[in-house]
């Protein structure tokens, strides 16, 4: 069964202990990725999506950590590994893309050396000169222009866009068979976000490798996305193939989200907001996380806590009203 | 920086003078080449390795004066023998207290001696003492502080524990204790590497482990856990060369400051042991005559002064050189 998705995250439980109680970032997450499809993770800021990328890489901070659950990567499980075995598992088998190009890179270090190190560590390369050719033409496929000059620059050398295509030469560099990218353009300008996002479908298509891009921004999802997963307060409240998910959309909280968009058209004064604020993780009460913001929130949302269920073909929601509607 | 801000009204001035000319042509090829040429030069982009010497010694002449001080030292320190007019320890007592003259360039000491000789001599031991133990202190605080630094909890504590003990005790005093306990053992120059050594280490190893605490949360350190690297080389490779800028200003301020320990201990008594010439030495030993034969001290201070002035201005300026942001802007 686990060996159908190149990542497979089981009941994923991630909790911080913290002076004032337990904090669970991540409440019990099921994610499955598919080989060679791009699937993406959406949800507001604090929502847990960068600790489930976290929990993967096995970079969760301290005090933070793994309660439970499972990640199996192309059948192999990753929790309760030790750490150097993980760390021969990243970079090699997954890498990660970060949100900031501008912190993510070593300021005093080359570019060009930084992304070699990864095909040292695994063995990938004979030796240095090997390293370096691999790595020249890997900047070529990312399409970094004078790749033998931006070999030996530094990263403040570089504008953002180039320096995320650093980012993710480094994390190709070794073709990993999963790609995850955390928010890899919110720090770019709109059209070097195009221009990324259309070099990693490519990339993903060249190399058959599976992405799962954890973003906040429904215009990425729908550009690049096959498969969506929204999160919301730690936990999956609803996922579906992205045109389904566009065009039927059943969880109000996806609604809420896609209505936030803004849009060329109506009323230009007005943008469509979700009322009230995500609630405090440290206090979560019983029942749904979103029944205070939620325009059909009933007493029932409130004392229990809706299961997910699947309401059509791939389609899954947490929300009660789809039992009532008896989908 | 003050070049390139002439740079804008030169560019901006010349504006105008294309308009004048009624036509908006750009200004003659031959002046728009020249203006190109200046500018790359100040870029640095033509360079070769001496032009970039010299540039950067005219943007910090102050640097490049004291690098240059610093490196005569050393050549006049191991010349000395060659250099010397004297004998490092040859009297010559008819001539005793004999004030500078062309004989003795800066006179004679109260049993004959040639100052100049014994500067010369006592370069050594200062420029010694001055780079050897504050190396082995930066090595051992660098170690221990990103140790404290990236590992935390019991190893930080227990460090930063030993790094306080260290530095509540009164340093020369300590330095004192261990000449005393080791002078019996060894040489009395292998104890003051010892010594101050052992009082460096705890500073360093305090602004390493800061700083290691702030860039281990970086993300790129992040980004380089995330492709497996190890975490000696996430310490070495990642977090060291970032704290480079303030390990050698704290190197430059360690060096004068073991110069200057070693000039106490020796003027104490319990440093370098006569006959043997070091500057310190050589201000204790002036004390009596300070009045009557001021060269006696002034000399030797003189030494002290300049060599650690040096090292605390090449400091600065290396620093400067070196931080990659300020290197190429």
């Known amino acids: 069964m686990s060996e159908e998705f190149v990542l497979d995250v089981r009941?994923?439980?991630?909790?911080?202990?913290?002076?004032?109680g337990v904090v669970r970032a991540v409440n019990g997450v099921d994610i499955a990725v598919p080989p060679g499809k791009i699937v993406g993770l959406v949800g507001e800021s604090g929502c847990g999506k960068s600790m489930t990328a976290k929990s993967v890489m096995g970079l969760v901070p301290y005090p933070g950590r793994v309660e439970s659950g499972s990640i199996r990567l192309d059948g192999r499980e990753l929790v309760g590994l030790k750490d150097k075995e993980l760390r021969k598992i990243c970079g090699n088998d997954v890498s990660m893309i970060f949100q900031e190009p501008m912190t993510s890179l070593n300021p005093v270090?080359?570019?060009g050396r930084q992304v070699r190190e990864v095909l040292l560590k695994h063995k990938k390369a004979k030796d240095k000169d090997d390293a370096k050719s691999q790595v020249l033409e890997m900047f070529e496929r990312v399409g970094i222009p004078e790749a033998g000059q931006r070999y030996d620059?530094?990263?403040?050398?570089?504008?953002?866009?180039?320096r995320q295509r650093v980012m993710i030469?480094?994390?190709?560099?070794?073709?990993?068979?999963?790609l995850i990218a955390d928010e890899p353009t919110t720090a770019l300008d709109v059209t070097i976000e195009a221009q990324i996002l259309d070099l990693m479908k490519k990339l993903c298509e060249e190399e058959g490798m599976s992405v799962l891009i954890i973003t906040h921004n429904m215009g990425v999802v729908a550009e690049i996305c096959d498969y969506v997963y929204v999160m919301y307060a730690g936990r999956i409240v609803e996922s579906a193939p992205v045109f389904d998910l566009f065009d039927h959309t059943e969880h109000p909280y996806t609604r809420g989200l896609l209505l936030s968009i803004p849009r060329m058209t109506g009323n230009p004064e007005f943008l469509s907001t979700i009322p009230g604020v995500v609630p405090n993780m440290l206090h979560l009460k019983e029942g749904c996380a979103f029944s205070n913001r939620c325009a059909h929130a009933s007493d029932r949302c409130r004392r229990e806590t809706p299961g997910i269920a699947e309401v059509r073909e791939g389609h899954a929601c947490r929300?009660?009203?789809?039992?009532?509607?008896?989908c | 920086m003050a070049k390139k801000l002439d740079n804008i009204p030169k560019t901006s001035g010349r504006a105008p003078v294309t308009d004048e000319s009624g036509h908006g042509e750009p200004p003659s090829t031959e002046e728009e080449r020249k203006h190109i040429e200046d500018l790359a030069a100040?870029?640095?982009?033509a360079d070769g390795p001496k032009e970039k010497l010299i540039r950067l010694c005219r943007q910090n002449p102050l640097a490049a004066i004291s690098a240059a001080v610093i490196l005569a030292v050393i050549i006049l320190a191991i010349l000395a023998p060659a250099i010397a007019p004297y004998k490092e320890a040859e009297q010559n007592l008819k001539a005793r207290l004999s004030p500078p003259s062309a004989e003795h360039l800066l006179g004679t000491d109260e049993l004959g001696r040639d100052v100049f000789t014994r500067i010369l001599y006592g370069a050594r031991v200062s420029l010694v003492i001055g780079i050897i133990p504050s190396a082995i202190s930066l090595f051992i605080g660098i170690i221990l502080g990103l140790a404290a630094g990236y590992f935390g909890g019991f190893v930080d504590y227990l460090i930063m524990r030993l790094a306080d003990v260290m530095l509540s005790f009164p340093s020369l005093l300590l330095?004192?204790?261990?000449?005393y306990t080791l002078g019996r053992y060894a040489n009395s120059i292998l104890c003051m590497f010892a010594a101050l050594a052992l009082v460096g280490w705890a500073s360093v190893s305090r602004v390493v482990r800061s700083q290691t605490l702030s860039l281990k949360e970086t993300e790129y350190v992040e980004a380089a856990k995330s492709i497996g690297v190890s975490k000696g080389k996430i310490m070495f490779r990642h977090i060291l060369p970032n704290c480079i800028p303030s390990i050698i200003v704290l190197y430059t301020l360690n060096v004068p400051s073991c110069i200057l320990s070693e000039s106490?201990?020796?003027?104490?008594?319990?440093g370098v042991q006569p006959p043997a010439a070091s500057w310190g030495l050589m201000v204790n030993q002036s004390k009596q005559f300070l009045f009557s034969s001021p060269w006696l001290a002034l000399a030797p201070a003189i030494a002290i002064m300049v060599v650690v002035l040096a090292f605390n201005f090449l400091g600065d300026g290396l620093r400067d050189v070196l931080d990659p942001y300020l290197q190429k802007q």
């Open chain 1, 11 to 20: 009941d994923l439980r991630t909790s911080f202990l913290t002076n004032k």
């Open chain 1, 109 to 111: 270090l080359k570019v």
């Open chain 1, 153 to 162: 620059a530094y990263p403040h050398e570089l504008s953002g866009g180039l």
């Open chain 1, 169 to 178: 030469a480094m994390a190709m560099v070794c073709h990993p068979k999963l």
């Open chain 1, 319 to 326: 929300c009660f009203l789809h039992e009532q509607k008896g």
């Open chain 2, 42 to 45: 100040e870029i640095g982009e």
């Open chain 2, 175 to 179: 330095c004192m204790v261990i000449m």
């Open chain 2, 264 to 270: 106490t201990l020796s003027f104490l008594g319990i």
